[in-house]
């Protein structure tokens, strides 16, 4: 394929897009961005791009309706293939944002394009900020013990360019997860010893922390009830092998991530 051809990335300006987009910068490829002011006349945004990156909001209140507008889009105008952010353990039952993404992810295998769909875990970049504050600490509404393969950003992101580019991810479906389960203890555990200062970890109750967030709607809270209950009881478990067997290297150590992300080390 050509590499001059561009890239869409729908959902460019989140954090996610704008990894996806500097790692598409790093290979030349130039990135139509897509955001909900170009929704409108979206086939006519996809007009012309050779592939599609698909990122949905967080806690998006119908992402297959929004996933199968991407698509229908994406044939109109001539689109050669889709990848589609998904999420580790699409199918839990108990997680309603989770299977959103699980019947986005056969929307996508029927659609008629190319795809691939990745299923990263929670990124070690979302404990990032509270670890930058004057005085850091992690307080979170779940079990600080309970095991994550927390990933990296940056790896996600550099799969996902590979993933647009080269052929051989046609039909594969990726799970993503960092080099160890780790739990939020030993994340902080981790930034204490980076920072060389004392980093508290806790647990808040997880009705409280809900009810306490702002700028959400009710089903928004709901929904995030039911994450935390869900990591509370089982974590979010995610191996590393397919970062490793895909970018020809480990994934990201967390110390690693942790030291880019705070400037140390």
């Not at 959902?11 to 955001?35: D, I, N, Q, Y």
């Not at 086939?43 to 050779?50: K, M, Y």
């Not at 019947?103 to 509270?130: K, M």
């Not at 004057?134 to 393969?149: E, I, K, M, T, W």
């Amino acid at each position: 394929m050509s590499a001059e051809r561009p890239v869409a990335v729908v959902g460019a300006s989140g954090k996610t897009g704008r990894a996806v987009t500097a790692a598409l910068a790093a290979r030349g490829v130039p990135v139509v961005p897509v955001g909900r002011a170009q929704w409108p006349r979206l086939p006519q945004v996809l007009a012309g791009v050779r592939a599609v990156s698909l990122i949905a909001p967080n806690l998006h209140a119908d992402e297959p309706t929004l996933v199968g507008e991407v698509l229908a889009a994406a044939g109109a105008a001539g689109v050669e293939r889709i990848v589609y952010h998904s999420v580790t353990a699409p199918y839990a039952p108990d997680l309603p944002h989770h299977l959103g993404k699980a019947v986005s992810e056969d929307l996508v295998r029927r659609s008629g394009l190319a795809w691939t769909i990745l299923q990263p875990c929670a990124y070690v970049q979302n404990l990032v900020p509270a670890l930058r504050d004057p005085l850091p600490a992690l307080v979170v509404p779940y079990d600080v013990h309970a095991r994550f393969g927390l990933v990296d950003l940056v790896d996600v992101a550099a799969v996902t360019a590979l993933a647009l580019h080269d052929d051989e991810h046609v039909g594969a479906t990726y799970e993503l997860g960092g080099l160890q389960q780790v739990s939020v203890t030993e994340v902080g555990a981790e930034a204490q010893r980076l920072l060389g200062r004392p980093v508290p970890v806790s647990a808040v109750d997880p009705a409280t922390w809900v009810s306490s967030a702002t700028g959400l709607s009710e089903r928004e809270r709901r929904w995030l009830l039911a994450m935390v209950e869900y990591y509370d009881r089982y974590g979010l478990p995610a191996g590393s092998l397919a970062i490793r067997a895909l970018l020809g290297k480990l994934a990201h150590p967390l110390a690693a991530t942790l030291a880019r992300e705070l400037g140390v080390g």
